[in-house]
């Protein structure tokens, strides 16, 4: 008998989630390109709404009525189908938690999100990884890895952090391939940069089936990460068993408020994805031009691609551009220990990181 209480089997074999680092030492600015936040910031009316915000010694309402009201008319969706959580993350582990449990499998692509191994394992389930094809989620492969012990299988579409998306169609087509019984949940947390004729969150899926679920987020464009606010449209039957695990008062009033602001101000949104459509072709041009390699991305941020040359691996590179004060993201955690994320940032960043990888290449010093 054990002297003191256990984790139950599969909690310990979580690796813990790690963000991007957001510090350097001896630095006097630091430029924060590591965690995929808008350098445009969130909108000014959702700053007002919780500079206005009152009233905090009441409990805030636990079932996030104009929270989700507000998304539903921006989307033209039902809100009775709609759960909103503390951030995406929160109702990917809710979803996990309702439908997985010991004996259960949960799939995932190679370099799919960190959460969704630490989801399954906490909910006693087992991780089923299925390996990608040119750092693309291969639906084949998926399929392949299905058993009938498979309950949910997780999709993020555009992937972080590779920043590659699948079409529709292959959406569809791993949709068809799969049981009647298991969840399909497609991650698409940064839809709001893809403008691609044959990419679709997945909002014409979870209208039309009955085992497919979309997750948003306020953490990317809207630029609330802070906050925590996300969201999820899903079947009734799914939605309610959600809300069944689901805290009481799991988002706090604030958040909902700067929601509401967020959503409506379509202005902003416009902005933000415009300066992303910009920096993000021209850092790919830039960096290509340095000899490295990108992964084409449709998304915020990008995945450069190092040599395993001594002095010019990645985690030279991430050590290099640490000491200017240019914070971008390392991935081995993702099995992706020769590449670095890089976040579109402000229009300074961005030139200091191609100017920094510039004197990186041609191996100039640290100063």
């Known amino acids: 008998m054990s002297v003191r209480p256990q984790p139950r089997p599969g909690v310990m074999q979580i690796d813990a989630y790690v963000p991007g680092k957001s510090k350097a030492a001896g630095v006097s600015k630091v430029y924060k390109l590591s965690s995929n936040e808008t350098p445009l910031g969130p909108s000014p009316k959702a700053i007002e709404a919780v500079k206005t915000f009152d009233h905090l010694e009441l409990y805030p309402d636990g079932s996030a009525t104009k929270l989700r009201e507000a998304i539903g008319a921006k989307y033209g969706l039902d809100p009775n189908r709609i759960v909103c959580g503390a951030g995406s993350d929160e109702l990917l582990t809710y979803l996990a938690n309702t439908y997985v449990g010991p004996g259960d499998e949960g799939i ?21 990884v299925a390996p990608e094809k040119d750092f693309h989620a291969d639906v084949d492969a998926i399929l392949a890895r299905v058993t009938d012990k498979t309950k949910i299988v997780f999709l993020t579409n555009p ?7 699948i079409p529709f169609d292959e959406v569809k087509r791993l949709h068809a391939g799969l049981p009647k019984h298991v969840v399909l949940v497609l991650d698409a947390a940064y839809a709001e940069y893809v403008r691609r004729n044959d990419y679709e ?17 306020f953490s990317k464009i809207y630029g ?13 039957h799914i939605a309610d ?13 604030p ?31 830039e960096i290509e031009a340095l000899g490295l390699k990108v ?19 990645a985690k030279d590179a991430d050590a290099f551009l640490s000491s200017r004060g240019l914070i971008l993201r390392r991935i081995d955690a993702y099995g992706l220990p ?28 640290n100063a």
């Not at 969150?201 to 987020?217: D, I, K, Q, Y």
């Open 338 to 365: 020769n590449a670095l994320r890089l976040t579109v940032g402000s229009e300074e960043a961005n030139r200091l990181v191609v100017e920094a990888l510039r004197d990186f290449v041609k191996g100039g010093n």
């Open 108 to 128: 995932f692509s190679e370099h799919g999100f960190l959460v969704y191994r630490i989801a399954i394992l906490a909910a006693g389930g087992t991780p089923v």
């Open 201 to 217: 969150a997945g909002l014409e899926l979870v209208a039309t089936a009955e085992n497919v679920v979309m997750t948003r987020t």
């Open 159 to 165: 992937n972080n952090p590779t920043g590659t998306y």
């Open 255 to 285: 958040a909902m408020a700067a929601g509401i602001a967020a959503v409506q101000d379509e202005e902003h949104v416009a902005k933000a994805f415009a300066h992303n459509e910009q920096w993000l072709a021209w850092l790919t041009k």
């Open 224 to 236: 609330l990460a802070n906050l925590r606010v996300g969201w999820m449209v899903a079947p009734a």
């Open 241 to 253: 068993a959600v809300n069944r695990v689901r805290g009481p008062f799991n988002m706090n009033g």
């Open 295 to 313: 992964t084409p991305s449709v998304a915020n941020f990008m995945m450069i691609h190092f040599p395993e040359t001594a002095g010019k691996t």
